[in-house]
């Protein structure tokens, strides 16, 4: 049967240089082939795009976009990049075709100007990758702010605040007190785990660190013992 249709659309196509979607739209509409075949014929024996081939499924067909891409990047061999690009369909590449996730991020954020949180967030729900590897494909490829980098990570995916802050200053070497300022303010974690995460890991920040808290959290007998507790903490 379907030999039978080739050939006639061969003819069409051949001897009256009709367009070969038109072709493929008078075997599939008339003759109610297989819509894959069709599109088969057409991109084998024709030449034409695959994205084009496609395009006549979904769209005259109503086909699934999902079959549609399947068509494109099993049978054709084409770019799974190329064929998400036709349908925006990121999670059938990297489900179904197991390609890297941040490099198909990467297409969903640079090539469609899609948020870089949703992007992040696709990778880190739907293919359990690390949140902190998440955030930091956000802030190195994208540019975006390392403490609403962090915020995603802590707000979004429940993570500790010292691990967040941990990844903005050993990571991103942004101010160690800018780094604790947002525990304390934006998450309100105790004042001293705050000072104890920059003392204990960032120890040239340890004066500092003290001189910062004395006058907004702790009165002055208590920040005497406290000062005390945590110099000899840090020896």
């Known amino acids: 049967m379907l030999s039978v249709f080739v050939t006639c659309c061969s003819f069409i196509c051949s001897n009256l240089a009709c367009s070969a979607l038109a072709c493929c739209s008078f075997i599939c509409c008339s003759l109610a082939c297989s819509a894959l075949a069709c599109c088969s014929f057409i991109c084998s024996n024709l030449a034409c795009s695959a994205l084009a081939c496609c395009s006549f499924i979904c769209s005259n067909l109503a086909c699934s976009a999902l079959a ?49 949180l949703a992007c992040c967030s696709f990778i880190c729900c739907s293919l359990a990758c690390s949140a902190l590897a998440c955030c930091s494909f956000i802030c190195s490829n994208l540019a975006c ?18 691990a ?38 960032l120890p040239r920040s340890f004066c500092s660190c003290i001189r910062w808290f004395k006058p907004v959290y702790i009165s002055s007998q208590s920040f005497d013992i406290i000062y005390h507790a945590l110099l000899i903490g840090s020896k």
């Open 68 to 116: 549609c891409c399947s068509f494109i990047c099993s049978n054709l061999a084409c770019s799974a990049l190329a064929c998400c690009s036709f349908i925006s369909c990121c999670s059938f590449i990297c489900s179904n075709l197991a390609c890297s996730a941040l490099a198909c991020c990467s297409f969903i954020c640079c090539s469609l100007a899609c948020s870089a």
């Open 145 to 162: 702010s390392a403490l609403a980098c962090c915020s995603f990570i802590c707000s979004n995916l429940a993570c500790s605040a010292l």
């Open 164 to 201: 967040c802050c941990s990844f903005i200053c050993c990571s991103l070497a942004c101010s160690a007190l800018a780094c604790c300022s947002f525990i304390c303010c934006s998450l309100a974690c105790s004042a001293l785990a705050c000072c104890s995460f920059i003392c204990c890991s």
